[in-house]
């Protein structure tokens, strides 16, 4: 095996800001209309320090633990940092999640939504929220099922007095992402919904092109991770 990283996350940075800036120009989308997340789950503390000192400041975990013992105090140390929670969330750990959170991207079953508009509430805290779908209704994997994704939206804002602020999708491995994009900019369209997460290292050019709004970027900044686990 050689070296684990070929290119510092500094350097890393610097050629997806010019990437992403370029993509958006020929899609004739203001940069400010896309939020890079520099998802930082398994990277070790020295490199997120390096994309730091770079400038970025809004990162994804996908671990609640995870992200309890590196976030603190990074966030402590720089005021301005985002940190959006990307993974499967347990409703036990929605306190957790709201309190340390400032976004959620996988809000997909009415248990976890009462569990989080309660701990919204007590803790005064709104992270914003995103409704993660299922969009290629893969057994294994979290998320409201397509046709599902209505009537949830729904019963978020109605029956939890949820702020819907996005919908997010993690597209089936072994097939072309396009038509999952183009579904998930459906669903928000129909559902006045204004915010997309979509697009991940291999992807993310595409998912622009379907109106991405928050692209999640790990190997493409960071590297590839030591012990990639499937992300479900
Ligand atoms: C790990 C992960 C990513 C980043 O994946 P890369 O292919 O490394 O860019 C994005 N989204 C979710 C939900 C993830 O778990």
Redesign the pocket.
């Known amino acids: 095996m050689s070296a684990p990283y070929k290119e510092s996350p500094n350097a890393a940075l610097a050629r997806l800001r010019a990437e992403l800036a370029a993509q958006l120009k020929q899609l004739n989308r203001p940069e400010s209309s896309v939020t890079l ?1 520099g ?1 930082s ?1 398994t990277v070790p503390a020295e490199r997120i320090e390096l994309a730091l000192a770079a400038g970025l400041r809004v990162f ?1 975990e ?1 671990r609640i633990e995870e992200a309890g013992a590196k976030w603190p105090a990074l966030k402590a140390a720089y005021n301005d940092i985002e940190l959006h929670f ?2 499967a969330l347990q409703s036990k750990k929605a306190a957790q999640a709201v309190a340390l959170c400032d976004a959620i ?2 809000l997909d079953r009415p248990r976890l939504a009462r569990a989080l508009a309660h701990e919204m509430q007590a803790q005064n805290r709104h992270p914003q929220l995103f409704i993660q779908v299922n969009t290629g209704s893969e057994p294994q994997k979290a998320g409201v099922l397509p046709k599902d994704a209505p009537s949830f939206i729904e019963a978020c804002r109605k029956d939890y007095g949820l702020k819907i602020d996005g919908l ?1 999708c ?1 597209p089936p491995i072994d097939e072309p992402p396009a038509a999952h994009f183009a579904l998930l900019q459906k669903l928000a369209r129909d559902n006045d919904i204004r915010l997309l ?1 979509m697009g ?3 992807d ?1 050019a595409i998912a622009l092109r379907f109106g991405a709004t928050h692209i ?7 590297g ?2 030591p012990q ?1 686990k499937p ?1 479900i």
Do not use: D, P
């Open positions: 997340i998802v789950k994804g996908n990307i993974g991207h996988s997010m993690l997460s991940m290292s291999r993310y999640r970027l790990g190997t493409a900044l960071f590839r991770r990639a992300s």
